[in-house]
């Protein structure tokens, strides 16, 4: 049995992972696939709420249920036990990551074409049709594409060949006609070409701004490479110098003790003349002492008068040097003056180190990085930026290709998401801002709240944790009617005048520069924030009730 199982083990093994079967479960369709396999496929369809098989493309609604195969689970695990795997994947075959043929049965080989027209993807052998039969030679084919099913129309089932211009949205025929009539509708091929010529415009843009921003980069790199020859100079010219005052130091220090030593000579030869001199007549004086001590006890009275007037007699004794040396007192002074200069050099050393240091802070090591002024030099940093609708508040409508954004006392029927913001009726863009960005937008109606916020602001906390300009992760100018306020951690600063719907928002994220304009004939800067940014910066709208706000298209 094994042997004849062996011939056909490709029918063992799951066209989703091409693996043997493991935990074998088959859909209503008959196709049997890993139980963790097909979980997985059908929970990236769950959002369409359509499912179906990834063999034969047949759908299914509801989900299907996932039936067990005990008999294919018994099969695979007797394979299993004869040490039999599955074949090694062919290169013919469509991988995890390929697009498969939906014509072939059992293990897809990889397609080759997709046609827009059947919406199906085929191998080369299956797509042969389309070169030989003359209807279908009309067909146009494209690239494999895994998304032929974003074509469809979820609501119709019809291939949404139409654009309507008026919603900004595909559609298909039974659309037109319906939910889109009297609207300014054009095929989609039509469309594709009309946004084919933006696309240049913004090519060009793009190619010209990487232009520009490898021009910066060579710049910055010649200006890095001076700091770092400036700095090593800087360095090498240090070391010289404190070297060579550390051996000035140490001269004098020589010198010093030179001069102390020789002193130290000088005054001890004096001292020690005056001592051996006074010692001899000590010496002197006691043999004195002793010849009159023996003449004293002689009996002979003759002698005694003969020899006592020379002994008796005593030489003038010379006056010694002051013994009062000042208390060995010599070198004090030597201490004190040393004390003095050491003060006064840490003095002059501290003020000379305070300027040494001020040069370098102030040191011109960083590249020129002059701010823009007119509107012009803004729009070289215009971004093109869109409003990520899985962080709409349900009272607010996003239109407009996701640029512009309204307050709607109706709640919308948007699907529930970690990002959407719970209680407050405010909006994030889907781009992060770094680095030198600028973008306008144009207000209408009450209140809105024109902000540059840190992703990770609070979704559904209390008010101040939420709204814009009411905590640390966010900065805020609220337009109502015209007049401004500018707000912060909950800290609000009034910008007095009248001022223009459209503001103008600049950031220069590595300078930490976050700046608000009213944008009119000239650009009136309305409040300047310098600070530390730690993260990327995301634009951000609140509105209040009857408002609305649209994020500007810049050329």
């Known amino acids: 049995m094994a042997a004849g199982i062996q011939l056909e083990r490709t029918k063992f093994c799951c066209s989703i992972c091409l693996d043997l079967l493991k935990d074998p479960v088959t859909i209503p369709c008959g196709h049997s696939y890993c139980m963790s396999c097909i979980q997985d496929h059908l929970d990236q369809e769950d959002e369409r709420s359509i499912y179906s098989c990834p063999q034969c493309r047949q759908t299914f609604t509801p989900r299907p249920v996932l039936v067990k195969n005990n008999m294919l689970a018994f099969v695979v695990e007797e394979l299993k036990k004869t040490g039999l795997q599955a074949a090694p994947a062919d290169h013919g075959y469509a991988g995890p990551e390929d697009v498969a043929c939906d014509v072939c049965t ?128 800087a360095l090498r010219n240090t070391e010289t110098i404190f070297t060579e005052l550390i051996s000035i130091i140490k001269k004098r220090v020589f010198d010093v003790n030179n001069k102390i030593k020789s002193r130290q000579k000088t005054e001890v030869g004096r001292f020690k003349k005056v001592r051996e001199k006074l010692q001899q007549e000590i010496d002197e004086l006691r043999k004195r002492d002793a010849e009159l001590v023996k003449l004293s006890h002689t009996e002979d009275h003759t002698h005694f008068l003969l020899n006592y007037p020379s002994l008796s007699r005593l030489r003038e004794s010379q006056d010694p040097p002051s013994v009062r040396v000042r208390r060995l007192r010599y070198f004090e002074k030597v201490a004190v003056a040393l004390s003095e200069a050491r003060d006064k050099l840490q003095e002059v050393l501290r003020e000379e180190y305070a300027k040494i240091s001020m040069t370098v802070t102030e040191a011109d090591v960083l590249p020129s990085n002059p701010q823009p002024e007119t509107r012009a030099d803004f729009l070289h940093y215009a971004c093109q930026m869109t409003l990520d609708p899985n962080t709409a508040n349900t009272h607010l409508s996003i239109s407009k290709e996701n640029r512009k954004v309204a307050f709607m006392r109706e709640e919308q029927k948007y699907s529930l998401h970690p990002e959407r913001f719970a209680f407050s009726w405010q909006v994030l863009s889907k781009e992060s801002l770094t680095g030198r960005c600028y973008w306008e937008v ?48 909950n800290m609000k600063t009034p910008i007095p005048g009248t001022w223009s719907s459209r503001v103008g928002v600049y950031l220069d994220h590595n300078a930490g520069i976050l700046s608000f304009y009213s944008v009119s004939e000239t650009m009136t800067l309305l409040r300047r924030v310098k600070t530390t940014f730690t993260q990327p910066l995301y634009a951000g709208l609140w509105l209040s009730d009857g408002a609305a706000a649209e994020v500007c298209k810049l050329k």
């Open 442 to 489: 144009e207000r209408s109606g009450k209140g809105v709240l024109i902000a540059a916020a840190y992703k990770d602001i609070s979704r559904a906390g209390d008010f101040g944790e939420c709204v814009f300009g009411h905590n640390e992760k966010s900065w805020a100018l609220d337009c109502y009617k015209n007049s401004y306020e500018f707000r912060h951690n």
């Open 106 to 233: 059992g293990r897809k080989l990889k397609a080759f074409k997709s046609c827009l027209q059947c919406l199906a993807s085929y191998c080369e052998k299956h797509l042969q049709l389309h070169f030989d039969v003359a209807a279908l030679k009309k067909h146009n084919l494209v690239e494999a594409s895994a998304t032929l099913q974003e074509n469809i129309c979820s609501r119709h089932q019809e291939v949404m060949k139409m654009f309507c211009r008026t919603d900004q949205q595909c559609i298909c025929y039974l659309c037109s006609k319906d939910d889109h009539k009297g609207h300014n509708k054009v095929s989609a091929a039509a469309e594709r070409t009309e946004k084919q010529r933006e696309l240049g415009m913004t090519l060009q843009k793009i190619q010209q701004r990487i232009k520009d921003k490898e021009k910066d980069v060579k710049l910055f790199q010649q200006e890095e490479d001076a700091v770092n020859n400036s700095a090593e100079n």
